[in-house]
């Protein structure tokens, strides 16, 4: 029996005689699983499979490899070409241009599969490309001012926290990307490992995500700049300059001083005074309610603070909340 | 070089920064926050889901034995931070669909994509490599 004979029978055993019309791409393997279809290449059609590492390591472990599988109407030609998952290429492709050719395993390593992810850029190229696409920068100065005037000092334990959180996806996705390494990221990890539904969602929500945070990049948003601007008038002149004191208590950082931000206005610097300021914003007749500052101040920053807060601090500036004196 | 996506992109990018300043520019311009966090949780849920039952097989970079709960507390951290951004807080001053900008450009982006999708489904024949 020739090589392409054992070819056509075991195509015909597998089922896939499923192509639907000439000249379209079919998987070979679909519920038979991954591991008979390369055994069956790997013996039958293909002899110089044997002799890759990645498609032998696939069939051990079950089915790393995926075999596409192409039938040029009229002509009879056929091509088929494994991709190894592992290493992400395409290892051999091979015609049969008649179906009484002998020869038809030729080794064409060069050939690739329009999926694979083209590594044309090395690691500083895409460190830089990566930095300046999603540069924290841009995230930072966006959100700044409005974090620190929403949420308080407290503010600050944001970025560990979101840190971590996007350390374990981007560990998740060195996975998937490692696994799935063809160009197109989110679209081919969620459409590889779920299928295209999940693939076309991800890669739906990266395209807007991706072209509406190209138009926030430029101008400053309206919306941010008025809430800054209430913000600040609702806490007052004098918790402007609080604010940086107010951070570095916040964080129970003994020892580190600020000084006080309206130097350059043309008042003397002066030490901070730590007792007898209030937290609360000041009045203008529609002040915070001082029950609510209390709660907020006293057991968030309990619950937020990773290490002991000395109580002395933690006391004060409570009773510095409670207070309720208005503005000095 | 895809010159044709990244021309549309700027194109459609040109066409929302005529919007600026309006209220429907701040509704769709938070999208941006909600955008890849939808996007990278999609992939990442996967993973897990294929995780679950069993089904994942390791690449070339596998963090071993520790991949399984890092995959899961990804999910999960990004599972708090979708329902994080989308729920509505009522900032004093903005009308309401500004607090509820993330939900509704959700909805409505969502509700464009499926029918884009259903248009082109059939067109979309490149093969799965490897489905789990």
């Given at each position: 029996?020739?090589?392409?004979?054992?070819?056509?029978?075991?195509?015909?055993?597998?089922?896939?005689?499923?192509?639907?019309?000439?000249?379209?791409?079919?998987?070979?393997?679909?519920?038979?699983?991954?591991?008979?279809?390369?055994?069956?290449?790997?013996?039958?059609?293909?002899?110089?499979?044997?002799?890759?590492?990645?498609?032998?390591?696939?069939?051990?472990?079950?089915?790393c490899a995926s075999i596409y599988w192409r039938v040029f109407g009229g002509s009879g030609a056929q091509q088929a070409w494994a991709t190894c998952a592992r290493t992400g290429r395409t290892l051999v492709g091979i015609r049969s241009l008649d179906n009484s050719a002998d020869e038809v395993a030729v080794a064409q390593p060069r050939e690739r599969s329009r999926d694979i992810l083209n590594r044309g850029f090395g690691f500083r190229a895409a460190l830089s490309l990566a930095f300046a696409d999603i540069s924290p920068i841009v995230a930072l100065y966006a959100i700044f001012a409005l974090g620190l005037f929403a949420a308080g000092p407290r503010f600050f334990w944001a970025f560990p926290i979101v840190l971590c959180g996007q350390l374990l996806v981007?560990?998740?996705?060195?996975?998937?990307?490692?696994?799935?390494?063809?160009?197109?990221?989110?679209?081919?990890?969620?459409?590889?490992?779920?299928?295209?539904?999940?693939?076309?969602?991800?890669?739906?929500?990266?395209?807007?995500?991706?072209?509406?945070?190209?138009?926030?990049?430029?101008?400053?948003?309206?919306?941010?700049?008025?809430?800054?601007?209430?913000?600040?008038?609702?806490?007052?002149?004098?918790?402007?300059?609080?604010?940086?004191?107010?951070?570095?208590?916040?964080?129970?950082?003994?020892?580190?001083?600020?000084?006080?931000?309206?130097?350059?206005?043309?008042?003397?610097?002066?030490?901070?005074?730590?007792?007898?300021?209030?937290?609360?914003?000041?009045?203008?007749?529609?002040?915070?309610?001082?029950?609510?500052?209390?709660?907020?101040?006293?057991?968030?920053?309990?619950?937020?603070?990773?290490?002991?807060?000395?109580?002395?601090?933690?006391?004060?500036?409570?009773?510095?909340?409670?207070?309720?004196?208005?503005?000095? | 070089?895809?010159?044709?996506?990244?021309?549309?992109?700027?194109?459609?990018?040109?066409?929302?920064?005529?919007?600026?300043?309006?209220?429907?520019?701040?509704?769709?311009?938070?999208?941006?926050?909600?955008?890849?966090?939808?996007?990278?949780?999609?992939?990442?849920?996967?993973?897990?889901?294929?995780?679950?039952?069993?089904?994942?097989?390791?690449?070339?970079?596998?963090?071993?034995?520790?991949?399984?709960?890092?995959?899961?507390?990804?999910?999960?951290?990004?599972?708090?931070?979708?329902?994080?951004?989308?729920?509505?807080?009522?900032?004093?001053?903005?009308?309401?669909?500004?607090?509820?900008?993330?939900?509704?450009?959700?909805?409505?982006?969502?509700?464009?994509?499926?029918?884009?999708?259903?248009?082109?489904?059939?067109?979309?024949?490149?093969?799965?490599?490897?489905?789990?």
């Amino acid at each position: 029996m020739t090589v392409s004979q054992r070819w056509n029978t075991f195509r015909k055993s597998s089922g896939v005689g499923q192509v639907r019309s000439s000249g379209e791409k079919c998987r070979i393997s679909n519920c038979a699983g991954s591991s008979e279809i390369s055994r069956s290449l790997q013996e039958a059609v293909l002899p110089s499979f044997a002799c890759l590492p990645g498609i032998r390591r696939s069939h051990k472990e079950g089915g790393c490899a995926s075999i596409y599988w192409r039938v040029f109407g009229g002509s009879g030609a056929q091509q088929a070409w494994a991709t190894c998952a592992r290493t992400g290429r395409t290892l051999v492709g091979i015609r049969s241009l008649d179906n009484s050719a002998d020869e038809v395993a030729v080794a064409q390593p060069r050939e690739r599969s329009r999926d694979i992810l083209n590594r044309g850029f090395g690691f500083r190229a895409a460190l830089s490309l990566a930095f300046a696409d999603i540069s924290p920068i841009v995230a930072l100065y966006a959100i700044f001012a409005l974090g620190l005037f929403a949420a308080g000092p407290r503010f600050f334990w944001a970025f560990p926290i979101v840190l971590c959180g996007q350390l374990l996806v981007a560990l998740g996705c060195t996975e998937l990307a490692s696994r799935f390494p063809y160009a197109g990221s989110v679209y081919q990890w969620a459409r590889h490992a779920k299928g295209t539904t999940w693939g076309w969602t991800a890669a739906w929500a990266y395209i807007w995500g991706l072209t509406l945070t190209c138009v926030v990049a430029l101008p400053p948003r309206q919306s941010d700049l008025d809430i800054v601007r209430r913000a600040a008038r609702q806490f007052g002149q004098h918790h402007e300059h609080d604010a940086h004191r107010r951070c570095v208590r916040g964080l129970g950082i003994p020892g580190l001083r600020i000084r006080r931000l309206d130097r350059r206005r043309g008042g003397k610097p002066r030490t901070q005074r730590t007792q007898g300021h209030c937290l609360r914003p000041a009045s203008r007749g529609r002040a915070w309610p001082c029950s609510r500052q209390c709660r907020v101040r006293s057991t968030g920053w309990r619950a937020i603070a990773p290490f002991p807060v000395p109580s002395s601090s933690r006391n004060s500036l409570a009773q510095n909340a409670c207070r309720s004196a208005p503005s000095a | 070089m895809p010159i044709r996506a990244i021309g549309l992109t700027a194109i459609v990018a040109a066409f929302f920064l005529l919007f600026a300043g309006s209220d429907l520019y701040n509704v769709l311009v938070n999208f941006s926050v909600m955008g890849p966090y939808i996007a990278f949780a999609v992939p990442v849920f996967a993973a897990a889901l294929t995780r679950l039952t069993g089904r994942w097989v390791p690449g070339v970079f596998s963090l071993g034995r520790w991949g399984t709960p890092v995959t899961y507390a990804a999910a999960a951290w990004l599972a708090f931070e979708v329902v994080n951004v989308l729920w509505p807080r009522t900032q004093p001053g903005q009308p309401w669909f500004v607090n509820w900008s993330m939900v509704i450009s959700l909805v409505s982006l969502r509700a464009v994509g499926v029918v884009v999708y259903a248009r082109c489904r059939n067109r979309i024949t490149e093969p799965v490599g490897e489905r789990l």
